[in-house]
């Protein structure tokens, strides 16, 4: 079993900054990649950002240029830095690890930190 938490959340106003962290632990084995979703009120989950073990990354159109995902391998842990925030990112915002751990592949996801931008 893999354990995801979050954690770095909170309330910002407009054009400031947050980091999220999130660790996994558990039967690890080798994380392939991790990212950030988030979900809004009425709204669908949707990718934020995500980062390969080699650190490739993948980010949004709505966050490129504002937010940067990195990643601590022997940590087992992702950042998501997060600048020039916005009241429609606004969102519970969720951790995911993917990979593999002998036979077993997993996908596993936190509980999610509450992020609000708002004056």
């Known amino acids: 079993q893999v354990l995801v938490v979050e954690s770095g959340g909170g309330l910002v106003q407009p054009g400031g900054s947050l980091r999220l962290s999130c660790a996994a632990s558990g039967s690890i084995g080798s994380i392939n990649v991790m990212g950030w979703y988030r979900q809004a009120p009425g709204k669908q989950r949707e990718l934020v950002a995500t980062?390969?073990?080699?650190?490739?990354?993948n980010y949004a159109d709505s966050v490129k240029g504002r937010f940067t995902i990195s990643r601590d391998n022997a940590k087992n842990t992702v950042y998501l830095q997060m600048n020039s925030l916005k009241p429609e990112d606004t969102a519970v915002y969720y951790c995911?690890?993917?990979?593999?751990?002998?036979?077993?592949?997993?996908?596993?996801w936190g509980q999610g930190t509450q992020v609000t931008v708002s004056s």
């Open positions: 980062i390969t073990s080699g650190s490739s990354t």
């Open positions: 995911n690890a993917g990979g593999r751990y002998l036979w077993r592949t997993y996908d596993s």
